[in-house]
């Protein structure tokens, strides 16, 4: 008598579909699979995936990056040919020994007290983009506020000039739309001849953002400079710590992952604190909320969607059996709302005290370089927006990224509201 076969995962339903973000993250969908007993598994390709949608899981395939390598098949959703996954192997699509001596070049740079010596710049910019703000009454809050502000500080971090920062947004945004269906440039765009199964985010735009990369380490080789592009070259050149490779990755990942990330943060903020205008005078009211509103502002937001795992060997997570070689993706974007792990998840509260978010990652070895520097860069903005009394308006309906992958905005309208009394410093 052959023995019984394992009955059928439970299937969950369509989170993959890059047009479903059109009107925002569908939170239905995800509160079903949560509900499901185990995980549920999701058709995607010729394949799927096992869908991670509880906080308590995505940490554990987080902090367990033996079993869940980051390495093997890479974080995208679809898989790659064997030249494709070297040819775009970068810092978060490695396992240990390499990230550990990857991660070592830039993570000094990202420590707290690195970060804290940036608070300066932080708040300069911010006061300068918050007086243009409101010196016009208003307009695209993403175009003169969220986009600018993280791109012209990491841009500084990097030693590359502030007067690239539209071109390297653009860039951006031509990635982001990578990840959805269609794209709006030509393959050939920027000059690229590579074939685009090879480039991150099946991009042209990558193309030019390692021709940028390249130019600004050829600058510093012949002028080095105090800042992370140097620091970089010098690694490349001290026993070859870091190949031209890995040098050209981790400048696109920089780029991309230090401005992206935090614009989309301080998209969906303003738009929150637009939407729950109590929950923003409880701030005006009591400044030592800003740290807990700052959390919340990233939890809401959760700007990166998911990020995938391949299980090295055969394993089990929430009662589910995972075999070696199977697709486990974490969606930040569930564990965020999960109700096991947040009081009313739903509810916008400037003063959240519970729960642990994920909009960083699930901790372990690729929990989020640039947390710090995110928190920073919001939690100047939310300072100086106080400081000025500053209370925003959403006059129309926000365009977002068709994308699964970034929680992107690509703009906004928002307005100072009736009465509120900012005003240029």
């Known amino acids: 008598m052959s023995p019984t076969a394992a009955p059928a995962p439970p299937l969950a339903p369509e989170i993959a579909d890059p047009r479903l973000y059109l009107d925002g993250i569908p939170h239905e969908r995800f ?47 679809w898989d790659l040919e064997a030249d494709a996954l070297e040819a775009r192997r970068s810092l978060i699509d490695t396992d240990a020994p390499d990230h550990t001596r990857l991660r070592r070049m830039v993570a000094g740079a990202f420590t707290p007290k690195n970060i804290r010596r940036w608070t300066d710049t932080v708040r300069e910019i911010t006061v300068e983009l918050l007086d243009e703000f409101e010196a016009r009454g208003g307009g695209d809050w993403v175009e003169l506020v969220a986009a600018p502000l993280p791109i012209r500080v990491i841009l500084a971090m990097l030693g590359v000039p502030v007067a690239d920062a ?12 990578g990840t959805g269906d269609t794209q709006s440039i030509p393959p050939d765009a920027f000059g690229n001849t590579t074939e685009l199964r090879l480039l991150p985010f099946n991009s042209p735009a990558s193309h030019a953002l390692f021709e940028y990369g390249e130019d600004i380490r050829a600058k510093r080789r012949a002028e080095p400079r105090d800042d992370l592009v140097t620091h970089l070259v010098r690694a490349e050149a001290d026993g070859g710590r870091i190949s031209r490779h890995e040098y050209r ?7 991309f992952a230090g401005n992206e990330t935090t614009r989309t943060a301080i ?46 060997s055969d394993c089990e997570l929430a009662g589910t059996p995972i075999a070696a070689g199977d697709k486990v993706v974490m969606w930040y974007a569930s564990a965020n709302r999960d109700e096991a792990a947040f009081a009313d998840p739903f509810r916008f509260d400037a003063g959240r005290a519970d729960g642990e978010h994920f909009a960083f990652g699930g ?20 300072e100086e927006m106080a400081a000025r009394r500053l209370v925003l308006e959403q006059l129309g309906e926000p365009v977002r990224a068709a994308s699964n992958f970034v929680h992107g905005v690509l703009s906004v ?13």
């Open 413 to 425: 309208d928002m307005a100072p509201a009736a009465g509120s009394s900012g005003g240029p410093r």
């Open 363 to 382: 901790g372990g070895p690729h929990l989020c370089l640039g947390a710090f520097l995110a928190r920073l860069e919001v939690s100047v903005l939310l």
């Open 267 to 312: 998209s969906h903020g303003a738009m929150a604190l637009a939407a729950n205008r109590d929950q923003w005078q409880r701030v005006l009211d009591d400044r030592a909320l800003v740290e807990s509103a700052t959390e919340e502002v990233i939890r809401w937001a959760t700007p990166i969607l998911h990020m995938r795992r391949t299980a090295a």
């Open 249 to 255: 990755h981790l400048f696109h990942l920089l780029v």
């Open 31 to 77: 509160a079903q699979i949560r509900a499901m007993p185990g995980l549920g598994w999701h058709a995607y390709g010729d394949n799927g995936f096992w869908a991670v949608t509880r906080h308590a899981d995505v940490r554990e395939v987080s902090r367990n990056p033996a079993v869940f390598s980051s390495s093997i098949g890479h974080t995208n959703l």
């Open 166 to 177: 539209d071109y390297l947004v653009e860039l951006s945004n031509y990635l982001v739309e």
